[in-house]
């Protein structure tokens, strides 16, 4: 580690997906779901880790995401891009209230539409974005193999709190035209949404 940065500095970067091996890729998203379960217990969702499971974020169900397109694209769970009509200025991707009884975490990105129209990824607390859990810029993954990056750290959100993603536009983009999944993962209460395993 380069002199000056202690282990307990909070980061807030993208590692794109070439410069990880395999286990550093599975490192984090188990960091990511650790990250989740313990907040999970920490705000008692439940009193016990076999009482909780971990599941991917669903963009429609669980984010609001795909709604302005209609009940057909909402109903595709894809990760669409609202209209992004202002150049050099942040659009809404989405925004939503944790429910009470969940906790989200957000460990990475995978651009689907390359090259992509946007250049910066904030993920915010509060409806007015004041306070920044995360800041990645996204351009670095437009010259990649695979436009697919990793958080420097998980994003985590609590129960009640307001999660608000921004996205900064380099030129503009009709609605649903281009689409930005996110590495994102939800901590609830077995049989919410997924039931007991059978074993």
């Not at 894809?78 to 942040?90: C, D, I, T």
């Not at 904030?122 to 810029?137: C, D, K, P, Y």
């Not at 985590?156 to 035209?177: G, H, K, P």
């Amino acid at each position: 580690m380069p002199a000056g940065i202690s282990a307990n500095t909070t980061k807030s970067y993208l590692v794109p997906i070439g410069d990880l091996s395999l286990g550093d890729r599975q490192k984090m998203r188990a960091h990511c779901d650790d990250v989740i379960v313990d907040l999970a217990l920490t705000r008692a969702i439940k009193p016990a880790p076999e009482q909780l499971i971990v599941r991917d974020c669903l963009p429609n169900t669980d984010m609001g995401v795909a709604a302005p397109g209609g009940a057909a694209l909402a109903a595709q769970e894809s990760w669409l891009v609202p209209a992004l009509a202002a150049v050099a200025a942040e659009t809404q991707f989405f925004s939503i209230v944790v429910p009470v009884d969940r906790i989200i975490g957000f460990f990475g990105c995978a651009p689907e539409t390359v090259p992509y129209v946007f250049s910066r990824l904030r993920i915010t607390l509060g409806v007015t974005s004041q306070q920044a859990r995360g800041v990645f810029q996204l351009e670095q993954l437009n010259a990649r193999l695979e436009p697919v990056g990793y958080f420097s750290e998980t994003v985590a959100f609590a129960n009640s709190e307001v999660i608000r993603t921004m996205l900064m536009a380099r030129a503009a983009a009709a609605l649903n035209t281009q689409v930005f999944p996110l590495y994102a993962r939800t901590c609830e209460a077995i049989g919410a949404t997924v039931s007991a395993p059978s074993i």
